[in-house]
């Protein structure tokens, strides 16, 4: 799938869950043991990683509240959509956010694996991955290094997991969307 943009700058991509995800569901995420992941999230932010390690640290930081704060938003209306029309749907271990720093899922029991957004999209996405200054890093077409991957899981299909999307993102960017930001 085409990559989605938001806030002008930010890069989504969706994709089915890669190797390790499907290989590992249980050591990342034991409470989803009734049904296999299906799809998965990628969002990119371009992150300025030059200058002193404090203050790239800062931007990171700053881009992770970001992240957390937008998948927040998005789960919530991403469990609302699946919910509307159905409450016979279990919502429990339906969308799950992956914290970039910690690795470890923000919603669900973590198990005893912890999830690498970097190694993640660079399989997923074709992008290389290298070390540098001690940390992974994803080397992005246009950005370089300059990018923070953040990435949400679900047990939707991707159609229906992209979709919901699209329709968040339409009512995110609208001028008078009502979202809190």
């Known amino acids: 799938m085409p990559a989605l ?6 890069e989504i991509y969706g994709d089915e869950p890669s190797a390790f995800a499907k290989a590992h569901q249980s050591e990342l995420l034991p409470s989803w043991q009734s049904q296999p992941l299906r799809s998965q999230l990628i969002i990119l932010q371009p992150v300025n990683l030059d200058g002193e390690r404090e203050i790239v640290n800062e931007r990171k930081n700053e881009a992770r509240h970001e992240f957390l704060a937008w998948s927040e938003r998005f789960r919530a209306f991403f469990l609302q959509q699946i919910n509307s029309g159905s409450s016979e749907i279990p919502l429990d271990n339906l969308v799950e956010v992956f914290d970039p720093a910690s690795g470890y899922p923000v919603y669900s029991a973590a198990g005893n694996l912890t999830w690498a957004d970097v190694p993640n999209a660079a399989e997923s996405l074709g992008f290389s991955r290298f070390d540098w200054e001690g940390c992974r890093a994803l080397c992005h077409p246009r950005w370089g290094r300059h990018v923070y991957p953040g990435t949400l899981v679900s047990k939707m299909t991707l ?17 008078n969307h009502s979202f809190c930001s």
Do not use: D, M, V
């Open 5 to 10: 943009t938001l806030h002008s700058t930010w």
């Open 159 to 175: 159609t229906r997991s992209w979709a919901i999307l699209q329709s968040f993102i339409s009512i995110e960017e609208s001028p």
